[in-house]
């Protein structure tokens, strides 16, 4: 598969304009220097990288939600603005194309409505963390699933990424109380005594 370009767009025109701002500066006191040097520092702590991600065969109505996992286990409230959420791309069988931060754990979750269900009913957020990746970019990369086995999704990845289950953001205590909720969540079971008898051949 054919890999996006390595250079975006956005960091171009973000150089272009420190350029010209050293242009203006230079004749300037040396407080507005200052300001200059701390600019550019924070543009190269800023690099992002293109990740083309697919899904083999294609999902109907699916689409890729990414989740900010630099300060541990996010939430994945999907509301526009909310805490964590970096935005989503369509799924489809040809790689779609998002920008994200470099050297940033991200959690990668595919959302398809038919399985609004049974993530409510295996524990809402741990459910979703135990259906997504996480992935670590250090610079451009293609991650594709390629199936699912108990709604986990198997993939393969080109390129300068790293990708390993996304429970990996977990600390114990985030194991424990996931297994307390899950436990909690199940339904008894039916005593011998008080279960029906089986139907007759």
């Known amino acids: 598969m054919k890999l996006v370009d390595h250079y975006n767009a956005g960091t171009q025109n973000a150089v272009v304009g420190v350029g010209r701002l050293a242009v203006f500066?230079?004749?300037s006191s040396?407080?507005?220097v200052l300001v200059l040097g701390l600019l550019i520092a924070g543009l190269g702590h800023?690099?992002?990288?293109?990740?083309?991600?697919?899904i083999e065969g294609g999902a109907f109505n699916a689409k890729f939600k990414f989740f900010n996992a630099s300060d541990g286990c996010p939430g994945y409230n999907d509301i526009p603005g909310a805490k964590d959420f970096m935005g989503g791309v369509f799924a489809s069988s040809k790689p779609k194309t998002k920008v994200l931060p470099t050297?940033?754990?991200i959690h990668v979750f595919l959302f398809r409505p038919r399985d609004t269900a049974g993530i409510s009913a295996g524990g809402g957020q741990a459910e979703i963390r135990r259906r997504?990746?996480?992935?670590?970019l250090t610079g451009d990369a293609e991650l594709v699933f390629t199936g699912f086995e108990d709604f986990q999704p198997q993939w393969t990845a080109s390129g300068a990424i790293e990708v390993q289950r996304a429970d990996?953001?977990?600390t114990p205590e985030d194991t424990a109380d996931t297994a307390?909720?899950?436990?909690?969540?199940l339904p008894e079971e039916t005593p011998e005594e008080d279960a029906e008898d089986p139907l007759p051949d």
């Open 103 to 105: 050297d940033t754990p």
């Open 132 to 136: 997504s990746l996480q992935v670590v």
């Open 168 to 170: 990996a953001c977990a």
């Open 25 to 27: 500066l230079k004749s």
């Open 46 to 54: 800023a690099e992002d990288a293109q990740l083309g991600i697919a």
């Open 180 to 185: 307390a909720a899950t436990e909690e969540a």
């Open 30 to 32: 040396r407080p507005a």
